[in-house]
């Protein structure tokens, strides 16, 4: 079934916003990351926006029960998750996300996948946590790419102690993205060796914060 692709604003007037992407580099240089602020804002966060700048609304933020109630409906329709509300927190970015998670979830040492190609950042978000980076690529076929699960259950299977702790994917995969009915990953697994138990980090499920029907290219 052929979907609707997101509109994308011309180079010129991408060039004119402020993001990092579009102010890092010069004017010779075409970034070729692709993400959602390359695509223009859905209306209801446009109007949200609209009229938090007509209040003046621009003060310190603090922890509101709106979030955690709006991303509990959100899973409940799209993927059947029953989300604790109140279990919800906001953080400043998905990088400081994932580095917070992997404190708790790993120990000095511990193995944290990543499957290039991926974000320069992932391969700082690792270390900082205290971790021991291990890559374990991408595949690629006729279809595109994908995730290697041959790999990973042997980098689960032969990493030497204290063990694979974790596994950090970004969804979709860059360089091509591909549409995908699965939510965003905040799962447990026991690796083959069964002597630990790994989580599987999502990053920026940029797919599913697509309207429906909606699909994207890179």
Known sequence: MDLPELPVDPLDALRRR??????????DVL?????????????????????????SDAGYAMAVPDLGRALAGFAASRWNWDIDPAAVTAVTDVGVAVVELLRVLTRPGDAVVISPPVYPSFFDW?????????????????A???????????????????????????????????????????RTTRPATGSSTTATLRSN???????PGAATRA
């Open 205 to 211: 499920p940029a797919c599913d914060s697509a309207p």
């Open 18 to 27: 402020r993001s990092a992407k579009w102010q890092t580099y010069p004017a």
């Open 126 to 142: 690792v270390p900082e946590a205290g971790a021991r980076l291990l890559e374990v690529p991408l595949s690629h076929d006729p």
């Open 144 to 186: 595109g790419w994908r995730l290697d699960l041959a790999g990973l259950k042997c980098a689960a299977t032969v990493t030497a102690a204290p063990g694979m702790a974790a596994v950090v994917d970004r969804f979709p995969p860059r360089p091509s993205w591909r549409g995908s009915t699965v939510p965003p990953s905040a």
């Open 31 to 55: 970034p070729l990351t692709v993400a959602e602020m390359d695509f223009a804002l859905a209306p209801p966060i446009a109007a949200a926006l609209h009229e938090a700048v007509e209040r």
